[in-house]
């Protein structure tokens, strides 16, 4: 007789890591732009590790929830954060001479651009997550925008300022988000409030059924 038997693996949230990779590598490179501290040598690490490394991390753990947003977003922007550090290490001549002297900075206002459409739809996606995740993707808008003109010689100076005090925000909002999503889960209630889902965007299904609900009452 067979028998068949069903195995459960369970893994954790991984929105507390990847929330967190994103918060320390925003704000040390927001320090940056902001003219606190100089260079790129010591934001390197924190690009590829917590940036780069934690964001992709937390994007394999959500493949296994079957959250394909979480997966999509976190793996983009890890991977995001590792190209931009192998990117500074090429305008660093770490490569060699060759490489570093044939660099043309305005291809990486193309990589923003195309990064600035990617997080139009994340956006949207993020309106039926949580509120604090929403105005995360919203501040990285602007980052964007901000990396994309004056990467391209666009109104620099304050384009520049605008990718600087968004990606600070970033960076508070992400502490915040990865602090709440731990405790959230540690204390099994919600202890710091993240916010409710804008319940904007709902299944054709269920908006026929609440125009029914509307129209028999």
């Known amino acids: 007789m067979n028998q068949t038997k069903d ?22 490179a927001s320090s940056q ?7 790129v040598g010591l934001i390197i690490p924190w690009a590829i590790f917590l ?4 964001q992709f991390y937390a994007s394999i753990l959500d493949s296994k929830h079957n959250n394909t947003f979480g997966t999509t977003a976190f793996g983009a922007y890890g991977l995001f954060w590792m190209a931009v550090a192998t990117s500074w290490f090429v305008q660093s ?7 570093q002297e044939s660099v043309d900075g305005r291809q990486l206002g193309f990589v923003y651009i195309g990064y600035l459409v ?18 995360i993707f919203f501040l990285i808008n602007f980052l964007f925008v901000g ?5 391209l010689g666009i ?4 384009m520049h300022l605008l990718a600087a005090y968004s990606e600070l925000g970033i960076a508070i909002l992400s502490l915040y988000g990865a602090g709440a ?4 889960k540690h204390f099994g209630f919600e202890f710091l409030p993240i916010g409710k889902p804008f319940g904007i965007i709902t299944k054709p299904a269920e908006k026929e059924k609440a125009t029914q609900l509307r129209t028999t009452n």
């Open 147 to 151: 990396l994309s003109l004056s990467t």
């Open 181 to 184: 999503n731990v405790l959230n």
């Open 155 to 158: 109104m620099e100076h304050g």
């Open 93 to 99: 001549g770490v490569f060699g001479l060759t490489l």
């Open 33 to 39: 732009k902001l003219g606190w501290t100089e260079g």
């Open 118 to 135: 990617f997080t139009l739809f994340m956006t949207i996606g993020a309106l039926e997550t949580n509120k604090v995740l929403f105005i």
């Open 51 to 54: 940036g780069g490394i934690a």
């Open 7 to 28: 195995i459960k693996i369970t893994t954790a949230d991984p929105s507390g890591i990847g929330l967190f990779g994103l918060a320390i590598v925003t704000l040390v």
